[in-house]
C-alpha cells in the first residue's frame, strides 16, 4: 500500500506562483514513478507532468511546460509542483499518483498509475 497526502493548495491571483506537495508513505518512495494530474470542473483529469524514480528525468504537458517544474526529495518521500506564471485556466483539483510498475517510461495515462492521493484544490483569479 501507498498513502498520498497532497498540500499547499490554495487562492493565487492570475501571474502568481504556488507550490503543492505529496506526500507519500508506505512502500519505498523512491522505487516509483510519481505524476500531477489535474481535473477542472466538468472536465476530465489530465495530466501534468512526471518524474522518474531518481529524478533524472522529467515530463511535461504542453500547456505547462515552461511554467511548471516538477521536483522530488526521496529523502524526504516528498513530490513537489512549483507552478509559476499561473492563469485562470490552471484552476483545478491537483491529484499526485505513484506509479508502481518497473519501467522507466513516464506514462501520461491515469490508467498506469496504481496509488492516487486525494486532491488538492488550486484556484487561480484573473
Known amino acids: 500500500q501507498v498513502q498520498l497526502v497532497e498540500s499547499g493548495g490554495g487562492l493565487v491571483e492570475a501571474g502568481g506562483s504556488l507550490r503543492v506537495s505529496c506526500a507519500a508513505s508506505?512502500?519505498?518512495?523512491?522505487?516509483?514513478?510519481m505524476g500531477w494530474f489535474r481535473q477542472a470542473p466538468g472536465k476530465e483529469r489530465e495530466f501534468v507532468a512526471a518524474?522518474?524514480?531518481?529524478?533524472?528525468?522529467?515530463r511535461y504537458a504542453d500547456s505547462v511546460k515552461g511554467r511548471f517544474t516538477i521536483s522530488r526529495d526521496n529523502a524526504e518521500n516528498t513530490v513537489y509542483l512549483q507552478m509559476n506564471s499561473l492563469k485562470p485556466e490552471d484552476t483545478a483539483v491537483y491529484y499526485c499518483?505513484?506509479?508502481?510498475?518497473?519501467?522507466?517510461?513516464?506514462?501520461?495515462?491515469?490508467?498506469?498509475?496504481?496509488?492516487w492521493g486525494q486532491g488538492t484544490q488550486v484556484t487561480v483569479s484573473s
Open positions: 518524474i522518474s524514480r531518481s529524478a533524472g528525468s522529467t
Open positions: 499518483a505513484a506509479d508502481l510498475r518497473f519501467d522507466s517510461y513516464l506514462s501520461s495515462s491515469g490508467r498506469v498509475y496504481d496509488y
Open positions: 508506505g512502500r519505498t518512495f523512491s522505487r516509483y514513478n
